[in-house]
């Protein structure tokens, strides 16, 4: 009997992150997401995370403990102060993601920063300008882009499989009701920040900056968005593509990504933006499929090893994300926002200095 799927060509695979050179990492947070991070990256690579700060002392000393983690502080200022840690990893709310990067480069610290990488492009632009003059490494947090299945997508796109890309669909919903900072205007709450993040950086990784942005969505009673559809058009090479990206934080959606061309379509699995796989269906020719790599797990090692590569060649941004698409996405979501009524508080006068007053509510995985 035949398979009705044919066998995957030989793909592209990320480096491994076990061979990346070994960074000293300090956490800046003590939530969720800085928890898988401090379980994932030391597990899966070389990387050692030796120190964490949290504005709460407690939390900062139970958090070493469960992922013994050498030091604990109880302030900010103290964990980047720490002549032991190379680079700083900011896993703190949107609101603060600025403040604390900042914080971080003036301690001649690199920095690895939660997407989205701060409220707006504006201080996107201030954070990265300042590791320029600085000399240090900076980089958006966005880990799909490592991912095994991700490396191997966009090799299949770029080498004509799929034809001329037309359409890119993707989709991310979770239920969040409780997840008080998201409905929190004065920590960029909303789901946009949070979640849409993703599909926008997808379709950015295989379209490049759009040229028309296209938003409609529903804001809750605070002002935040919770539900948005966004579409993208291009202009140039992708004239012809558009992309649509949809977001919510009030129900599990499917959370899966197409990339359609002209001679095939390519579907990957739930869900897209983590460890994943996907399925090739050319129009003429048997469907194949890339699976997973079984034993590689996680997903956070993948960035911090590419942190790791970068700075022991002393460079200062990534290929992969590099300054530029994070500006591009910053932008991108900014005009959505702007286009959907959403504004958060001091973002136009710059953050708060007073960091370390700043409540800290846990920043869930993704």
Do not use: C, F, I, Q
């Given at each position: 009997m035949t398979s009705s799927t044919a066998a995957p060509p030989p793909l592209a695979a990320p480096p491994d992150p076990r061979h990346a050179p070994p960074l000293r990492w300090g956490i800046l947070g003590a939530g969720g997401i800085a928890a898988r991070f401090a379980r994932e990256v030391p597990a899966r690579s070389a990387q050692r995370v030796v120190a964490v700060g949290s504005r709460d002392a407690m939390k900062a000393a139970t958090f070493a403990a469960e992922h013994g983690v050498d030091r604990a502080y109880g302030g900010y200022a103290a964990l980047v102060a720490d002549p032991e840690v190379d680079v700083v990893y900011v896993a703190t709310p949107h609101s603060h993601h600025h403040a604390h990067a900042m914080l971080a480069l003036a301690a001649g610290k690199h920095v690895l920063v939660e997407k989205a990488f701060t409220?707006?492009?504006?201080?996107?632009?201030?954070?990265l300008?300042?590791?320029?003059?600085?000399g240090l490494f900076a980089m958006e947090a966005m880990w799909t882009r490592f991912?095994?299945?991700?490396?191997?997508?966009?090799?299949?796109?770029?080498?004509?499989?799929?034809?001329?890309v037309l359409a890119v669909h993707a989709d991310h919903g979770q239920r969040l009701d409780l997840v008080e900072r998201l409905y929190a205007p004065e920590l960029a709450g909303g789901a946009l920040l949070d979640l849409g993040v993703y599909p926008i950086s997808f379709a950015h990784s295989l379209l490049g900056a759009p040229a028309g942005v296209h938003a409609a969505g529903v804001l809750t009673d605070l002002g935040v968005d919770a539900h948005e559809a966004v579409t993208l058009t291009y202009a140039g090479e992708h004239a012809r593509a558009v992309a649509v990206c949809t977001?919510?934080?009030?129900?599990?959606?499917?959370t899966t990504a197409s990339v359609i061309g002209t001679e095939g379509r390519l579907d990957v699995a739930a869900p897209f933006y983590g460890t994943s796989g996907f399925t090739v269906t050319p129009f003429s020719g048997r469907a194949w499929s890339w699976p997973p790599e079984g034993a590689d797990r996680g997903g956070f090692q993948h960035e911090a090893?590419?942190?790791a590569r970068c700075v022991a060649q002393g460079r200062q941004q990534s290929d992969v994300m590099p300054w530029s698409a994070t500006?591009?996405?910053?932008?991108?979501?900014?005009?959505v926002r702007r286009q959907l009524g959403v504004v958060y508080p001091g973002e136009l006068t710059g953050v708060d200095p007073a960091v370390e007053a700043v409540p800290e509510p846990d920043v869930p995985p993704r």
């Open positions: 409220r707006n492009a504006a201080e996107a632009k201030e954070v300008a300042t590791a320029g003059d600085l991912l095994p299945h991700m490396v191997a997508l966009r090799e299949v796109v770029a080498s004509g499989a799929l034809g001329e977001a919510n934080m009030w129900a599990r959606s499917p090893a590419e942190v500006l591009e996405v910053m932008a991108t979501l900014d005009e």
